[in-house]
Structure formats: C-alpha cells, structure tokens
C-alpha cells in the first residue's frame, strides 16, 4: 500500500522539477546582443543610476528603439554612442569618456590613494626616528635597599 | 607632520568636501546641455489636432521657440498660460515661430488636454520619442529657442514663469527678432 502512494509522490515529484526542461527557449539574435551591450553602456537619464537596458522608464525604452533601428541601418556602436554623446553630452555615458576634466574621475582615487601612501610613509618614518632606540647596555645593579623591597614583595 | 604636508591634507580635505556639498545640494536632475550653439535638428511629425505633417525644416530662417509638453505633466499645465502669453506676445512678428512638441502621451490624451487648456500655435507629436532624443529631452516641460541661423540658443527644463518667462522673452527672443543673434548664448 506504501509503495504505490511513495512512487506516486516521486513520480510527482519528478515532473513538479523538471518542468523547466519544456520551457521554450528564445534564443537571442545578433541584433539583440548588439542593442543589450550598447544600451548597458548608455545612462538612463530620467532613472539616473540605471543605465537603459535595466530601467524601466519610457524614455530608456524609447532609447533602446533608437539603438536598434540605428544597429538595422548598419550604425556602428561607435556611431551610436557618438549620436547620445552628442544630444546628451558625457553624462549619457555610464563610464565617462576619458578626455578633459574626467581624467580627474579616472586618476582622482589613485592619486588621493598614491597621495596618502606617501603621507602615511613619511608620518610613520618620521615616527620611528623620533622615537629613543632603547639602550642595549645592561640595567644598573639594584641598591640593597630595593633588593630587600623585592624580595619582601615576593615573598608576600 | 610638517606645515607642508599639513597643508597639502587640509587644501585635499577642503576639495572632497567641497565636491561632496556640490553633490549633496546641487540639482541631481540637471544635466548640462551641449546642444547650445549646435544645428537644431530639423525634425518632423504629425500635428496633434489636424495629423497633417509639420517640418521644422518650413520654418527655416525665424526665431523658433520649441516647447516639449504632455498632458500627464503637472509642470505643464503650471507654464501652460504662460507659454500662451508669450506667443500672444510675438504672434505678429512674422519672424517669429512657437512649435509645441507632445512627448510621450496618448493622442486622445493630447488632444483633450488642448481642447480644455486651449491653444493658438501647433503641436507636433512625437510618436516613438526620437524627437526628444534628437533634442536631449530627459523631462518635460523642455523649452529651447532656435535662432535664425538654425543654430539652439537657450534651453530650459522646467516650466517657463516668473523670471524665466521674462528672461525667455526678454534677453533671448526679443534681442534675437531684433536682429541680435549673439546676444544670449546660454
């Protein structure tokens, strides 16, 4: 009696997980490759930290429209971040062109970081040589007096 | 530490911190422009109350002023009289042209929304928003003012009252109508 209902539930159980396997699959086009690694470079400007393959809003749909039918017309990927460059400046990009003022964006933490090793460096060397070097000569031999103490206090 | 090195870690403090109020209190909405100066691309599509096309392109040579509205945007309708007040203010001047130009919404949205606010100049539609992106439109209302040359001028984001109506009509149309187009890059 308990194996029929154990098979039922494993036999269950079987098809519950493998489910997925007949799930349809889409198999991505060129052309969708193209648009997902362009638009993944291109900053949604209403949704601002996103960039517009992962936004939601109208306006990144509306852009991912603009990548595709320029990718048809056989726009290179060049051409097309050139053409939001151009209506939206550096801003449209997710990693700002290195060019001008944002070589400061690209080399700033290094230089701060370069910067505050230096620092550092020089504090700690500085640190060291101020600092007594301790005497290597051996300690004075104690009075009678102390001698006593000690061993009053050992003892105790 | 030496006074130099005391120095060169107060002037770097002093710039990250600075740069840091700057991105706490400056505007994260605002996006610099680089569209002034540049050609005005000569965009087309269907008029929202006749569907008949409107080009740019026929208003070559005049002072245009483009204005990027749709009926969900609350800050539309706040500049809406004004922006009516203002083509009532340059309307004769053969020289002058206003185009509106609705971004993203519904025609019978559109159309309703110019019916009960009311309006005396055209209005463009942009049907797959590459108007706006042509533009560098990222929110509306966006208003820009094209000069004679065919060359974009001024660029607002916001709605155009107050002191932007006056600076709008003031420092940017009437000098460029009055035949001085390098009066008010911006």
Known sequence: ?156 | MTKSSQLTLVVVLLGLFALFYQGLWGDPRHIPTVLIGTDAPMVEGPDVETGQMISLNQFKGKVILLNFWASWCYECKVEHESVLQLHKLFKDDPNFVMLGINYQDKLPDAQQYLKEYGTTFAHMRDLKGQLAIDYGVYGVPETFVIDQQGKIRYKYVGPVTGHMYTKITQEIIAPLLQGQPNSTPS
């Open chain 1, 1 to 156: 009696m308990f194996i029929p209902i154990r098979l039922a539930f494993l036999f269950l159980f079987v098809l519950a997980t493998s489910w997925p396997v007949f799930a349809e699959v889409q198999d991505e086009t060129l052309l969708d490759v193209q648009v997902r690694e362009i638009a993944k470079t291109l900053r949604c400007t209403v949704c601002q930290t996103e960039n517009i393959w992962e936004s939601g809003a109208p306006l990144a749909q509306q852009m991912r429209g603009v990548v595709r039918d320029r990718l048809k017309l056989g726009h290179s990927p060049e051409d097309i971040k050139e053409y939001f460059l151009s209506r939206y400046g550096d801003y449209i990009m997710m990693q700002p062109p290195a060019h001008g003022v944002n070589w400061l964006l690209w080399a700033g933490p290094f230089i701060l970081l370069l910067g505050g090793g230096l620092l550092l460096y020089k504090e700690v060397i500085g640190w060291v040589r101020r600092t007594p070097t301790p005497s290597t000569a051996p300690p004075p031999p104690l009075d009678e007096q102390a001698r006593q103490r000690l061993e009053r206090e050992l003892e105790s």
